[in-house]
């Protein structure tokens, strides 16, 4: 097939597995199980089209993480005492989602429900709004006074208006839609762009609920920079939600999503970082979202295999720390 950087429609067939997970029904899961991998197709909550492209396309990027024929397991070699192997990774398939607020929070819960106790939901968006059913969803089913919210965004995703009505979720507003969930204090914004223009009526409001939020790390800030200053930032030993926009990383890097960053994290940056997240607390749900194209090319295909990467990567850590011997 000729991949050039204009032409071929996104795909319309999807790759099983993400990296040749073991695929399942929710109920069949085992029980020790790491985490399962959900797609959640859909560009509902965003102005543009391509992130119903998502789970497609970042798991066809990921078959290069599986063998083609038959079972096969994933060495990772990033651990310091030499190679783990990846395990207790299942992919769960498609989740349709829907268009209602109440019907993306009762499939979400219905499926946490039926998978083993202690399994991360890993999603794979879609649009970030999506982030919003899985948390409601996890607090229904799994119950932590202890919820925190660590985002990973090159925006806010807040807004001060309207806020009492659910039918105006948008990847635009989420996190004040979160905050309203979880309380504002619990969520933790990193790699955010730091200039925030804001109608002036609104500043004060603006400036108001972000002061209530868990604290911004913003993209020029040494806060985000500095590994001990962030460290101290982030919440620890807790309860953690981590979502994470693809948009946090540089357009040199990803630029097949809605909102392109002219200035962002690398892939690398942001690993070490959601490393720390990983380390310092117990992740119990997490998301990757806002992946969007709706073309293929050599462009796009790379810019899904760095997701891929990235998932892989969060989802090999998670199975380290399972592994026995391993400090939780
Ligand atoms: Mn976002």
Redesign the pocket.
């Known amino acids: 097939m000729a991949m050039t950087d204009d032409a071929q429609s996104a795909p319309a067939t999807t790759h099983p597995v993400f990296a040749g997970a073991r695929p399942a029904l929710p109920a069949e899961v085992e029980a020790g199980a790491v985490a399962a991998v959900l797609g959640i197709p859909t560009s509902a909550g965003s102005a543009k089209n391509g992130s119903e492209n998502g789970p497609a396309m970042i798991r066809r990027a990921s078959s290069h993480m599986a063998w083609s024929t038959g079972p096969s397991v994933v060495l990772d070699l990033t651990p310091a005492d030499g190679p783990g192997q990846l395990a207790g990774v299942w992919d769960i398939g498609n989740c349709e989602l829907g268009i209602s607020l109440a019907e993306l929070s009762a499939t979400a819960a219905e499926i946490l429900a039926a998978l083993p106790a202690g399994t991360v939901l890993a999603g794979i968006g879609g649009?970030?709004s999506i982030t919003y059913p899985l948390i409601e969803a996890l607090l229904k089913t799994r119950p932590t006074a202890d919820l925190a919210v660590v985002?990973f965004?090159?925006?806010l995703?807040v807004q001060v208006w309207d806020l009492e009505q659910p039918n105006t979720l948008f990847?635009?507003n989420?996190?004040s839609h979160i905050a309203r969930l979880v309380g504002a204090g619990n969520v933790y914004q990193a790699g955010v762009f730091p200039y925030v223009p804001v109608v002036e009526d609104d500043a004060a409001a603006v400036r108001e609920l972000l002061g209530r939020f868990g604290g911004q790390a913003a993209l020029f800030s040494r806060t985000l920079h500095d590994e001990d200053l962030f460290a101290q930032w982030l919440p620890s030993g807790r309860d953690v939600y981590l979502?994470i926009?693809v948009?946090v990383l540089d357009v040199g890097e990803m630029s097949s999503t809605g909102y392109p960053a002219e200035h962002g994290l690398s892939l690398r940056e942001l690993q070490r970082m959601v490393e720390l997240v990983l380390r310092r607390n117990r992740v119990v749900g997490l998301d990757v979202?806002?992946f969007a194209t709706t073309k293929i090319s050599h462009r796009t295909i790379f810019d899904a295999g760095r997701v891929a990467n990235l998932l892989q990567f969060i989802l090999s850590t998670l199975a380290d720390q399972r592994r026995p011997g391993r400090q939780q």
Do not use: K
């Open positions: 649009d970030h985002q965004d090159h925006h995703d990847n635009t989420v996190m979502t926009d948009d979202v806002e």
